[in-house]
């Protein structure tokens, strides 16, 4: 047997990027989504109103 192959095999299959990159955006989303609502929450309460949300989108 060379040292540059070897018969060792992963133990997990490798997730393909996309899906991790795809996976992360979608958490930075939800987090600004959070934000914006204890945000829209504190001036609620504060103005005694309903506040309207922006829609978030990646554009």
């Known amino acids: 047997m060379s040292l540059l192959t ?4 992963p133990t997990r299959p490798v997730p393909p990027v996309f899906s991790i990159t795809w996976r992360a955006w979608a958490d930075l989303l939800a987090g600004a989504r959070g ?5 829209a929450g504190l001036q609620s309460s ?5 506040i309207e949300l922006p829609e978030l989108s990646l554009n």
């Open 35 to 39: 934000v914006l609502l204890a945000e």
């Open 46 to 50: 504060t103005e005694g109103r309903k």
């Open 6 to 9: 070897s018969s060792v095999q």
